[in-house]
């Protein structure tokens, strides 16, 4: 019997995290391959269903969006193709009957592939909502096989999750040497963490786009000016949030500045940054910033050889290596971000407590995330297996950045409360640890602890 209703969206976005695909025969609906590498995260502000997701169409590895819809022509019904917030979307997933050749475009022109959920489920979506499974699906993510583990075991195999994370992401790096130099994948991987979930995506085609290279070419081209306003004006320039007829001076200087160079840059669209939802202080107007001073207190040396020393400091005093670390990433409020969060003529902290424009929290994320990271990689590409080491070692030394949903999730799915009470996991080896068990066994739905 034909169903009627299409299955709730709210219901898709259960079955599109938690349903593990397979690795090949996978095709979009006009024939395509398609691999799904990384299903993204849910979005619950406004905009895609899914953020920063990682697809390969027909061999071509793409990062971005995906957005879902019960019917395909939900697409149109919903206005998206007149949305420039939707321009960032690689994947259109849909249910139902789809033609090989419906189109979904974007606002920009660009078309984007359709997979259909259907054919990889064994029934229809709205068959399974029907029969009720998504209660029987929430039952079997809940039910964590390690909560029988003693806080041994437990340990032992989060531990292991969190260095093969390391692992990955070190080499994922390594796989950017054929095209960048490491202080470019440095660069890159700061970019990312500095765009949190919501702007990971922005701020990588902003690395891409205004290197650490061309940067330095800049400031160098520029001399008569003040480096941190070529900084500044490059990235804004480059970011497309750069106001085009700006009233307060400093932001001038920066647009005059731009308008010498910007034939040099691709520039972005302001459309592709989200601040919605998001607390002015990390806004990411004010990360760029931040960015633009780190930039200048880099250029010299490079990022990789600026950093190196300390992370040889190891065996000197762990815990003062890592704080010195992460005092290197630490940006005061300067100039014009002293009292403003945007470039609007409201957007101004005045009255307020000027906080810095990279803080101690996401320093420490810069620390896990790209030093970490980056420098492991470099150590495999060399062999450099005492470098290795001491990178392993303060990584388990470093304690957890913050606090994080999803390993509070975890924490609260397979702790017992006496666990809870001794800080089993207080570090940021077991932090990532739980975030890789998370994102690749828990949410595909393939527990591997059995």
Known sequence: MKLKEPASERFLFQLWPTRAFPRSGL??????????????VLNTDAGPDFRDALIVIDGHMRRGDIEIHSRPHFWYSHG????????????????????????????????????????VLEKSAEQLETEETVSILRETIRICPLQKFDSEKKREFIRQAGLNRLKIKADRHKE??????WDQIFYKSLCQTLGYSKNSTAFLKLAQNCSFGKLRA??????????????????????GLLPAKPTHPQVRQMHAIWNRLESEFSSLSASEWIFFRLRPQNFPTRRIAGLASLLLRFRASGFVDSVLPFIKALNRHPAKCLKEIAALFLVEPFGYWQD??????????????????????????IVINT???????????????????????????????????????MIDLICSSEEKNAALFQSACF?????????????????PCF
């Open 176 to 181: 950017l040497r054929e095209n960048d130099d």
């Open 431 to 447: 932090q990532q640890g739980m975030i890789q068990i998370y994102k690749n066994y828990c949410c595909r739905n393939r527990c």
């Open 218 to 239: 800049a400031i160098i081209s520029e001399s008569q000016e003040t480096p941190v306003d070529v900084s500044q004006a490059c990235l804004f320039g480059t970011s």
């Open 371 to 409: 030093v970490f990271t980056v420098l492991y990689g470099l150590a495999r590409e060399q062999d450099d297996q005492r470098l290795e080491h001491m990178i392993l070692e303060l990584y388990l030394l470093h304690p957890t950045p913050g606090n994080n949903h999803i390993s509070d999730y």
């Open 27 to 40: 095709k979009t609906a006009d024939g395509r391959e398609i691999l799904v590498l990384e299903k993204g």
């Open 80 to 119: 998206h193709h007149n949305d420039a917030n939707y321009n960032r979307v690689i994947l259109h997933v849909v249910t139902g009957e789809c033609p090989a050749d419906f189109l979904t475009k974007k606002q920009n022109g660009y078309g984007i592939p359709v997979f259909n959920l259907d054919s």
């Open 340 to 365: 403003h969060y945007h470039f609007t003529s409201d957007a101004n902290l005045r009255g307020k407590k000027s906080l810095h424009l990279i803080g101690k929290e996401k320093s420490r994320d």
